[in-house]
């Protein structure tokens, strides 16, 4: 019988996959920290004066924690997501399908490289947006959990998303009608408290919006849930992600016919 | 059935929507063999392939690869074998070293670039190792392919049409190089459409239709099943050939005639026929079948008795 796990065919598909998007940096790492940057500036210029959304924070601060998040979610689903369709697409799965990987060695290694590049480009925002909003580390711990959590999540809604697509058109609906949204009605440009009870419960709905609000309490040690809630909800969210995954991969799921 | 069988298939089927693709079958390819996997399109061979690779799974029977199950072992199974898949794709992140060194690492092979500067060398790849893989011409990246599946040493090799649309010379040297690998004891499985390449490669060949295997024999036995059938092509200065020859005419144009005789033996009565009747036999010439002939002649169910080895 076959083992589960073998370390070297694991490292080298998540190596793979690292120098996959760090050979094209440009697009995959620096543009991405130069649109958070534009977000920075243009909505702290617009809106600096007239939102406060916790006491003694300036609104350019509570930006910042939303935005890192949000770069890093976005790049981790991208970073799965394209590798897995672009290889489907060109006919290149095979090379990763013909060796004796498993489906937990494909798994791992796939969202391990799609956090490293959210973690990455999320690490890049930070250092470039503290020159312009500087921010206070309460806890650095939770803000590293968060960070984590949060992209092994994307990245693993990345792999499904590209093992479900059979084609770009159906990733760009996902990403465009399930990715964004999720992510822009998270909170990241503001509280949840200054929505409606009803949009209230909603966004509780929303797993993004408890990544970015455990995220913001690392930095300010406010919050609009409980941390430990939020993380709650992101190891139960990640476990189901990973269940649906593992089962694709070990079923051969549009990918071994 | 021997137990050294490098690739076991029983009662293998596959079925894509209303299209049969494997209907249940039999096959044995034995450690060491050059084998050769020949049918027209849709026959079934790639769905074989793939089925042997792990690329799809069959609807029922059973198939292994040096003894491993490729579904219950697919591991072990898969580290026995190589594929040279029918088309040509490639990573355009990597270079043709990187690729390879990749897909070592896959096969859990970390220090392989001994290995994999002869493979290059052999492939005429050596002065492309660091360029990256769409600088390359279509032969290039079709040797890549074959590289890629020889990198992790598996003792069996299966080459899916790897001479499609390639250049005589990467085909000679290619070539040569899997005759080697077949000498060194690796098991060659070929499919083409080039049937002279596996009448002069192939030890044992299959023909595949419809999902079934309908004939299995050694090629000189394939052959020589025809080996008592002559083609005769004539063209007549003047005259024309007696009506009662019209049986044996496979076609004509103009003067020219071809006919098949079913023993050596009738060429001379024949030409004695047409003499007597008018006929001047400006050009003739006599030959015996090919094992093209004998795939035309198998695939259109004219020639029986076909599996025995």
Partial sequence: MSRAFCTAGFRTLFVKELMRFWKVSFQTVFAPIVNALLYLVVFAHVLEERVQVYEGVPYRAFLVPGLVMMATLQNAFANSSSSLIQSKMTGNIIFMLLPPLSHVEIFLAYVLAAVARGVIVGGGVLAVTLFLAPVPFMHPLWIITFALGGAAILGAMGLLAGIWADKVDQLAAFQNFVILPFTFLSGVFYSIHSLSATWQLVSRANPFFFMIDGFRYGFFGVSDVDPWSSLAVIVGTFAVLAAVNLTMLRTGYKLRT | ?309
Wanted: proline share 4%; with cysteine; net charge neutral.
């Fill in chain 2, 1 to 309: 059935m021997t137990a050294q069988a490098a690739i076991r298939v029983e009662a293998l089927a596959k079925r894509f929507g209303s299209l049969q693709a494997l209907d249940g079958i039999d096959l044995e390819v034995r450690c060491g063999e050059f084998f050769g996997l020949l049918g027209p399109n849709g026959a079934g061979k790639t769905t074989l392939i793939s089925i042997l690779a792990g690329l799809c799974r069959p609807d029922a029977g059973r198939a292994t690869v040096m003894g491993h199950d490729v579904r219950t072992d697919y591991r072990n199974a898969r580290r026995m074998l190589g594929v040279v898949p029918q088309e040509i794709v490639f990573d355009p992140f990597f270079s043709v070293r990187e690729t390879l060194v990749i897909q070592s690492g896959y096969f859990g092979l970390r220090h392989n670039d001994a290995w994999i500067d002869e493979i290059l060398e052999h492939l005429g790849l050596s002065s492309k190792a660091g360029a990256n893989m769409r600088s390359l011409s279509g032969g290039m990246k079709r040797r890549v392919l074959v590289a890629q599946a020889l990198v992790h040493r598996p003792p069996v090799i299966i080459l899916d049409e790897p001479t499609a649309g390639v250049d005589v010379e990467l085909r000679q040297s290619l070539w040569r190089f899997i005759r080697r690998l077949n000498e060194d004891g690796h098991t060659i499985v070929l499919t083409t459409h080039y049937l002279e390449e596996a009448e002069a490669l192939c030890g044992r060949i299959a023909m595949m239709k419809g999902g079934r295997v309908i004939a299995l024999d050694t090629t000189a036995n394939l052959v020589g099943r025809m080996r008592d059938r002559v083609v005769v092509r004539l063209t007549l200065s003047a005259g024309a050939l007696p009506p009662a020859m019209a049986a044996r005419v496979v076609s004509s144009e103009g003067a020219s005639h071809v006919l098949r005789l079913p023993d050596p033996a009738e060429v001379e009565p024949l030409l004695a026929q047409v003499r007597e009747a008018g006929g001047q036999i400006a050009e003739l010439s006599v030959t015996q079948p090919d094992l093209e002939e004998v795939f035309v002649q198998t695939m259109r169910g004219t020639l029986a008795g076909t599996q025995s080895a």
